[in-house]
């Protein structure tokens, strides 16, 4: 017989120490391991002897006390809803009706009730045609009965609704969601080469570079020549909560001080936030500051208007940049000093882009589902776009301009709500290139309201609809080449902000309820499912922390599709809310270098009785009316959360489809459903950010 080879003994014997132990118990109810040696612990048992009758039920009732915990944790949460519910539909608590002023959107609304009576109507056609046996929309093929099979009046009637279904209705359903399908492979398609482009940019470190840092530290005497003029713009309005913390941040801006200037552009109708932010600026003027403070009597035009009167004023001639900062807007004191050097020896460079970072990002479930879309935005969009085509649209803020560039381009113009994009793409017709700098970041909030969100997203895709309609013959005629003209029109304008949240929309929250209730026209399983998570998942790389939040996230976006939706109809047709502008509210969360300033002002505090000794009795007045006002903004005003009825509509109609798509058994399209049903009803609810009553 051939030698038995077992090398493991070899290793074996040194691993095996201490003396061999036998441990019994006297219980007989419980088993006898024998331990031989440390090792033999972790060695396989057999079955039979590892567990016995009371340990099996130890085990099944841990199992069971979990799954019960689990049961009532979903059976709070669902009561919790449903008092909800009550609370804010039944009993109108500390809510109220969201108006439907924004896009005109009472004609959208009443679609919306449409489709959902429609639904309603089939559904229990649908649900009695079950009960009694009539399962033709179970089978692959449709299958209607011929006139012998008839029953009824009822049945003849559900017959003819099936013919008529499968005769009109379908072919039309089908070829519009082929239609939306194939939007929406190309809008993935997008993504996708997007998201390949930064990928290249962080293998390869691409990123703008200088030559040589021109404001080197000991340069301080006789080298004052290397900085240029610049004029930096803080345009606000009724901006109570964040005016202190964004003029502060500016005016600690590492630059000499008679080479720049601060205007502050305020257009309150508030005389009270008036005083407040004059005795701010007339605070910093006293430390040594070039600030000004202007007031607008007239609010024509909004923020375009305001940055234009601005530069209309003639010791704006002497300034060669100007830096826009809005009022939650906190700069670092580095920040001139990290975005001018990139215009020296670049004369075609138009603009410096810096990104922004939330200080309130992990306020609520909705700042960090718009994280994830702002991270984005900035990661990927602009920052490919900024490398490969030296153009993007400018965000508004946080940003230098060189002014001949504004100048050349025609200036701050008034005709849309997005003045940013409008002297973006003009100056981009005119030549002027952009940079995006990625590792450059100023401080700023995001909406922490469901409402103040809403009317954001509503203003920023209006805008580039209605200034699509402007722009396109200046595009055509221009003397840019012709890929750029093709990538403005097609990529720019129609793809981003035209067809996503078209196709969003219309595939999810019409197309796809209806297809429940008409079978023949069924979306796969792919486009509902495989499609989007990964979509999600492109848009989630840049915020990795943000995973966790990938299913809200992908059900959040189509629910927001409605207000874009509605919001790009309204700019595109020149709807009367296309031209609205309304201010986005700010908690004036506080970041570090806040904290710091708010000591300095306690200590100053301290100080002010010796200031009103030596003060006369207008001073003395002045100081107790500001402190009167600040007394008074710290009064809080009771504000409640609102309901919007399109949301709601939406959720029931979603909701009635996934009813519908139990009859056929539908899995994953029912799941689909539900959640998206439900998280309609959340946001109709006003249930998904900030929290008022």
């Known amino acids: 017989?051939?030698?038995?080879?077992?090398?493991?003994?070899?290793?074996?014997?040194?691993?095996?120490?201490?003396?061999?132990?036998?441990?019994?118990?006297?219980?007989?109810?419980?088993?006898?391991?024998?331990?031989?040696?440390?090792?033999?612990?972790?060695?396989?048992?057999?079955?039979?002897?590892?567990?016995?009758?009371?340990?099996?039920?130890?085990?099944?009732?841990?199992?069971?006390?979990?799954?019960?915990?689990?049961?009532?944790?979903?059976?709070?949460?669902?009561?919790?809803?449903?008092?909800?519910?009550?609370?804010?539909?039944?009993?109108?608590?500390?809510?109220?009706?969201?108006?439907?002023?924004?896009?005109?959107?009472?004609?959208?609304?009443?679609?919306i009730k449409v489709f959902l009576a429609t639904s309603l109507t089939i559904l229990a056609f649908e649900v009695v045609a079950y009960f009694k046996g009539w399962h033709y929309f179970q089978n692959p093929s449709l299958h209607i009965p011929v006139t012998s099979d008839i029953q009824g009046l009822l049945h003849l009637v559900y017959v003819t609704w099936l013919s008529f279904r499968a005769d009109y209705i379908a072919p039309l359903i089908q070829a519009l969601s082929k239609f939306c399908v194939a939007l929406f492979l190309i809008q993935s398609a997008d993504r996708m080469i997007l998201c390949l482009g930064c990928f290249w940019i962080k293998y390869k470190k691409i990123k703008p570079r200088i030559g040589e840092d021109p404001f080197k530290s000991n340069d301080v005497d006789g080298s004052r020549y290397e900085y240029p003029m610049v004029l930096i713009q803080i345009p606000m309005c009724n901006e109570r909560e964040v005016y202190e913390q964004s003029i502060s941040a500016v005016c600690q801006l590492d630059w000499p001080k008679d080479r720049l200037l601060i205007q502050v552009l305020d257009d309150s109708d508030d005389e009270s936030i008036q005083c407040l932010i004059k005795a701010k600026v007339a605070t910093w003027n006293q430390r040594g500051i070039n600030i000004i403070y202007r007031h607008r009597l007239v609010r024509t035009g909004y923020k375009a208007g305001n940055l234009k009167s601005a530069m209309s004023c003639e010791y704006v001639q002497a300034y060669e940049f100007v830096a826009i900062f809005d009022a939650d807007f906190q700069p670092n004191p580095d920040f001139l000093k990290q975005t001018m050097p990139h215009f020296k020896d670049n004369p075609e460079l138009g603009l410096v882009q810096a990104r922004w970072t939330f200080v309130n990002k992990d306020e609520n479930l909705l700042t960090r589902l718009q994280n994830i879309n702002l991270c984005f935005h900035f990661e990927v969009e602009q920052q490919v776009n900024g490398v490969f085509l030296n153009f993007f649209g400018f965000n508004g803020t946080a940003g230098v301009w060189r002014i001949k560039a504004l100048e050349e381009s025609g200036g701050w113009l008034e005709r849309t709500t997005v003045e940013d994009m409008d002297i973006a793409v003009r100056a981009h017709l005119s030549g002027w290139k952009f940079i995006f700098l990625n590792d450059v970041k100023v401080l700023c909030e995001v909406p922490e309201s469901?409402?103040?969100?809403?009317?954001?997203?509503?203003?920023?895709?209006?805008?580039?609809?209605?200034?699509?309609?402007?722009?396109?013959?200046?595009?055509?005629?221009?003397?840019?080449?012709?890929?750029?003209?093709?990538?403005?029109?097609?990529?720019?304008?129609?793809?981003?902000?035209?067809?996503?949240?078209?196709?969003?929309?219309?595939?999810?929250?019409?197309?796809?309820?209806?297809?429940?209730?008409?079978?023949?026209?069924?979306?796969?399983?792919?486009?509902?499912?495989?499609?989007?998570?990964?979509?999600?998942?492109?848009?989630?790389?840049?915020?990795?922390?943000?995973?966790?939040?990938?299913?809200?996230?992908?059900?959040?976006?189509?629910?927001?599709?409605?207000?874009?939706?509605?919001?790009?109809?309204?700019?595109?047709?020149?709807?009367?809310?296309?031209?609205?502008?309304?201010?986005?509210?700010?908690?004036?969360?506080?970041?570090?270098?806040?904290?710091?300033?708010?000591?300095?002002?306690?200590?100053?505090?301290?100080?002010?009785?010796?200031?009103?000794?030596?003060?006369?009795?207008?001073?003395?007045?002045?100081?107790?009316?500001l402190k009167e006002q600040k007394e008074a903004a710290l009064i809080p005003v009771k504000r409640v959360n609102k309901i919007y009825r399109k949301e709601l509509t939406l959720a029931f109609l979603l909701l009635t489809a996934s009813v519908r798509s139990l009859l056929s058994a539908q899995g994953v399209h029912f799941y689909f459903l539900l959640f998206q049903g439900v998280t309609f009803l959340l946001v109709g609810l006003d249930l998904i950010g900030e929290q008022m009553s």
């Open 450 to 625: 469901y409402e103040a969100y809403r009317k954001q997203q509503h203003r920023w895709h209006s805008g580039p609809m209605q200034l699509f309609r402007l722009c396109v013959p200046a595009i055509i005629t221009s003397k840019i080449a012709i890929w750029k003209k093709a990538n403005l029109i097609l990529l720019f304008f129609l793809l981003r902000k035209l067809i996503l949240p078209f196709y969003s929309f219309t595939l999810f929250c019409i197309i796809l309820p209806l297809t429940m209730f008409v079978p023949e026209a069924e979306l796969p399983v792919w486009v509902i499912c495989y499609v989007p998570v990964f979509m999600s998942f492109l848009n989630i790389l840049p915020a990795p922390k943000s995973f966790p939040f990938i299913v809200p996230y992908l059900l959040f976006e189509n629910t927001m599709s409605v207000t874009k939706f509605n919001a790009m109809v309204s700019g595109l047709f020149q709807l009367g809310s296309s031209y609205e502008w309304v201010v986005t509210k700010k908690a004036g969360r506080s970041s570090e270098s806040d904290l710091l300033a708010a000591a300095e002002r306690e200590s100053k505090i301290t100080n002010q009785l010796q200031i009103q000794r030596g003060a006369s009795e207008s001073e003395l007045t002045e100081l107790n009316r």
């Open 1 to 111: 017989m051939a030698p038995r080879l077992d090398f493991s003994n070899w290793w074996a014997k040194d691993t095996r120490k201490g003396t061999p132990v036998v441990v019994k118990m006297e219980n007989p109810s419980y088993s006898v391991v024998e331990i031989n040696g440390p090792d033999a612990a972790f060695r396989h048992v057999e079955k039979s002897r590892g567990k016995n009758a009371k340990q099996v039920t130890w085990v099944l009732l841990l199992k069971a006390h979990r799954a019960v915990g689990c049961v009532a944790w979903v059976a709070t949460l669902f009561w919790a809803l449903l008092g909800t519910i009550k609370r804010r539909l039944m009993f109108r608590q500390d809510v109220a009706i969201a108006s439907e002023k924004l896009g005109k959107g009472k004609l959208l609304f009443t679609v």
